[in-house]
């Protein structure tokens, strides 16, 4: 740490030689520090050594008087996650691209790109940002950067504004970059907008606005030093690694409690404008000056369930949240959820899903529509924390229709299942919607199939298994118990690669003699 104390004027403290901070730089009142010294030639580093917020240096608030003069270098840490799209942002000001492309590429149809370069296949913009007055679906309003005419890396980053660059090197080296130029302190007008799609709105798109962490610290999301007009109480980041979005309510304290609003040095965020002529600032007091979290990070959470929605190694959550004077639907508190690429769950409201829906109370005749959607998913898992504040005023249920089941919910409660995309198949309810016969929707897929064929079969009762060719001739087959955490229905698995192309029948036979016939082809 280094504090500075002096307020003899004109400057209290001058670096004259290379300084390399690990902690925290504070100024005191009136106090000015001259960060490059008197020729302009030494360098003040604020250091940033992995994705351990400890490792991070940053700016304490800055009091009333206290001004740094000259330029610094602020570093930021990226591990190696692969060739994704890292969303980052300029901590200081006067940043010029080409000062960015010596420690990744940065490509795209402007003088000085970084093309031909390790990884990259294409010179396509890697850097982007987001134009919120381009009308239509969210994804419309990518840009690339620098923009036309007369693109040269030597434009300069805009302070407060969010970028994404694509990594095309990111398989093969974790980064720390670094940004050099002069320090904001006061606060920040970020200079949000609203535009409305034309001839009709479009709510889960309309508004959404990409911004930076414009101070040489953290930021608190639920700071008070924030000033909203028109602006939703959810902050969006990405965590690329995992191809989702993390999001946080200020106001209700609810969502991903592993992010919780704090938004590290360096990186962009999203939030949402909600109507026209919309407004936020930020102040030095919203600096966050604990740990915990990281290049997107933590804070405990309020009275929520979480469901989590787990397939291909990725993660994506949504929450119900207990809240008094609030109801299904959208309460002005509510979060719109930003969808994800592959996979995306949400609380379904009139084609509108949300992140975060706040609610009152579950009522016996209500029914919360859960919005479920898995690319290339064969399955997938959804799993039930905090329920406890919700089965205090009796049972839960999570309805499947496709199964045609009903299954009553207990905390920690993991629910498998396969075909994960398919329209409202799933929603929450005080008492059952369908039917608990899991007998009559026993399940063989993939079919048609070149390798392996899986069963699932209620848990509630065994069954004898028998394969028959085309010509009714007895086929040795031999399926395997799975383990898939699904309490109702057990999943066999049988190798069928050295089958000889064409249809076959798999007969079942239960203890009650009840027999179930279903045909598969093999490929």
Partial sequence: NLTINNS??????????????FGILSLGTNNVLDADGVGGTARFF???????????????????????????????????EGRINRYISMPVQNVRLDSLQDDFSVTGPFTGTSFPCTGCTNNNYSLRYYFEPQVGVQTAGARGF??????????????????????????????????????????????????????????????????GNPYVSP??????AWTRTNVS?????????????????????????????????????????????????????????????AFYRNRGSTSQLKIALRANGMEDRTYLVKRPGTQIGTDGIDSRKMMNETLNIGIGYADQPLAINHLEDLKENEVVELVVDCLDCLSATMTFDGLDVWLDQGEMYLNDRFLNQSVKLFNGMIYSFDMPSINQRFALSRKPLVSENVEQHIHLYPNPSDSKISLLLPSREPYSVQVFNSYGQAVDLLFNRVENGNQLLM?????????????????????KNLAHTLKFIKR
């Fill in 219 to 224: 930021i608190d999301w639920n700071s008070v």
């Fill in 146 to 211: 620098p923009q036309p005419p007369g693109a040269t890396n030597a434009a300069v980053l805009p302070l407060g504004t969010g970028f994404y660059n694509f990594m095309h090197n990111g398989n093969n080296a974790q980064i720390t970059w670094d940004a050099g130029g002069s320090v904001f302190s006061g606060t920040f007008n970020f200079g949000v907008t609203f535009t409305p799609s034309v001839p009709t709105p479009l709510p889960n798109d309309d508004g959404f606005n990409l911004l």
């Fill in 233 to 293: 109480p959810t902050v969006f980041v990405n965590d690329q690694g995992q191809n989702v979005f993390r999001f946080w309510n200020h106001v209700t304290n609810s969502g991903d409690a592993d992010f919780g609003g704090i938004i590290a040095t360096g990186q962009s965020f999203w939030i949402q404008t909600t109507g026209a002529s919309p407004l936020l600032t930020i102040s030095e007091s919203a600096k966050f000056s604990g740990s915990g979290y």
């Fill in 46 to 80: 604020f250091r940033s050594l992995s994705d351990d917020p400890a490792t991070d240096a940053r700016l304490a608030p800055m009091p009333a008087g206290a001004v740094i003069t000259g330029n610094v270098i602020v570093q930021r840490f990226m591990s190696m």
């Fill in 491 to 511: 999943q066999y698995d049988a190798r069928v690669e050295d089958l000889l192309p064409g249809v076959y029948l798999v007969k079942l036979i239960s203890t």
């Fill in 8 to 21: 003899t004027n004109p400057v209290g403290v001058t670096i004259e030689s290379n300084q390399y901070l």
